[in-house]
């Protein structure tokens, strides 16, 4: 079963790089929005070729540039990322 995962996850990797996508950027966009998916058109958008990762570059810059606020005396509740 390690194998056939492994497999699958090398595939996508080099799949991505050579149609030039950032696989991380694109794995990163799948999980976000394969719980969407719900039919064979809906996952056919989220293939290599056809995905916009503007969106995913974007959230991911936010996320990472997103910094505690010293002065916040309650604690932080996670509840999933914003609608836009």
Same mark, same amino acid.
């Given at each position: 079963?390690?194998?056939?995962?492994?497999?699958?996850?090398?595939?996508?990797?080099?799949?991505?790089?050579?149609?030039?996508?950032? %696989?991380?950027?694109?794995?990163?966009?799948?999980?976000?929005?394969?719980?969407?998916?719900?039919?064979?058109?809906?996952?056919?958008?989220?293939? %290599?070729?056809?995905? &916009?990762?503007?969106?995913?570059?974007?959230?991911? !810059?936010?996320?990472?540039? !997103?910094?505690?606020?010293? &002065?916040?005396?309650? %604690?932080?509740?996670?509840?999933?990322?914003?609608?836009?």
């Amino acid at each position: 079963m390690g194998a056939n995962s492994s497999a699958f996850y090398y595939s996508i990797v080099e799949s991505c790089k050579a149609l030039d996508v950032d %696989p991380f950027l694109y794995i990163t966009h799948v999980l976000m929005n394969a719980g969407c998916a719900k039919t064979n058109e809906d996952w056919d958008n989220l293939l %290599p070729t056809k995905v &916009e990762l503007s969106k995913t570059q974007s959230y991911l !810059a936010e996320i990472n540039a !997103a910094v505690p606020n010293p &002065e916040r005396t309650e %604690p932080y509740i996670l509840r999933g990322k914003k609608k836009r």
